[in-house]
């Protein structure tokens, strides 16, 4: 059965750091990896997809990589800013369309 | 606007009913999904279905039930048989190709 580990739980950092979110699964059969945000008590809006076949991708001050053969993926954002605040999840999809999310990070950004 | 809509927003219960759970997409998508989530927690997956009338147990099942009648039409009904149904409840669509998973903006369930 897929796991998904997200570490930290939480997260604090300074306006502007540069951080590093981290995610493992322990199923290496995956068909895509994605990151998502969430606002309190909304929905999880798409970040970034990473396909299998792909190593990394990109948007913005986002990148997000993924390490198949170690069951690694990790969410990096470039000089953090409040509006970063959110909770971060990952989610690994099988071929047959099954995902399996992560419990998430929550990150607060201070001014 | 293209996108996935889910109502109502907030729904109260009392113990012994049963309540429904409307998810409505005009993406033109294929698979519909419901996912479960408690405070604090990921997502667990409840059903989904990849093709209109056909549809699959989750993780967690037991207690809820779907239809999917209409391919823009995935409804969730939380039975009475659901000991612990307070959480926020979650749709999310896929379409062909790249299997990006897109959601709705949640229902909040709350037994009183």
């Known amino acids: ?111 | 606007d293209g996108g996935i809509t889910q109502s109502p927003k907030y729904l109260f219960r009392k113990e012994g009913q049963n309540v429904t759970l409307s998810c409505e997409q005009n993406l033109n998508h294929d698979a519909m999904y419901w996912y479960r989530q408690d405070p604090g927690q990921g997502l667990r997956l409840i059903y989904y279905s990849q093709i209109v009338n056909d549809f699959q147990k989750g993780d967690i099942a037991e207690g809820y039930s779907v239809s999917r009648e209409k391919k823009e039409s995935f409804p969730l009904t939380v039975t009475s048989a659901q000991k612990n149904p307070t959480a926020f409840y979650l749709c999310a669509t896929t379409g062909q190709g790249n299997g990006e998973l897109f959601f709705g903006e949640g229902s909040r369930l709350t037994v009183l």
């Open chain 1, 1 to 111: 059965k897929q796991e998904v580990t997200q570490i930290p739980a939480a997260l604090s950092v300074p306006e502007g750091e540069n951080l590093v979110l981290n995610c493992s699964f322990t199923d290496s059969a995956i068909y895509n990896l994605q990151w998502f945000r969430q606002d309190p008590g909304k929905g999880l809006t798409s970040l970034l997809l990473i396909q299998s076949s792909q190593r990394e991708q990109t948007s913005g001050r986002l990148n997000a990589s993924l390490d198949k053969s170690s069951g690694r993926s990790t969410l990096y954002i470039a000089a953090s800013q409040p509006g970063d605040s959110a909770t971060y999840l990952c989610a690994v999809i099988t071929n047959a369309g099954k995902s399996t999310f992560g419990d998430g990070t929550t990150l607060t950004v201070k001014p």
